[in-house]
């Protein structure tokens, strides 16, 4: 399963969004994370911007276990969140 991710606003309009689907190779240890261990392949996730912190740390520390090049991508769409008011990032499950 992959993921969808979008930046949107409080009336769900995009702002932005990762160029293909995120996954990622060890989809079976994301329980030894803070917020990404809640990631639901099958339904959808929501963060808001006062999650970002512990999303980047997250997100951070998966780049070191994962050589996925989307992990940038999405580390920019996080650290626009954790800046931006009224902003979420998505993760629209399969």
């Known amino acids: 399963m992959a ?4 930046l949107e606003d409080e009336d769900k309009q995009v702002i932005s969004s990762l160029d293909r689907e995120f996954d990622t190779t060890i989809r079976d240890s994301l329980n030894g994370f803070k917020l990404l261990c809640y ?13 970002m912190h512990d999303l980047i740390h997250d997100l ?4 070191t276990m ?5 992990i940038d991508e999405l580390l920019l769409l996080a650290e626009r969140c954790k800046l931006e008011t009224h902003t979420y990032l998505y993760f629209y499950g399969d």
Do not use: A, E, H
Request: cysteine-free; charged content about 20%.
């Open 39 to 51: 990631l639901d392949p099958y339904g959808d996730t929501i963060f808001n911007r006062l999650q």
């Open 3 to 6: 993921w969808t991710v979008t």
């Open 66 to 70: 994962d050589s996925n090049l989307l």
């Open 60 to 63: 951070q520390q998966l780049k």
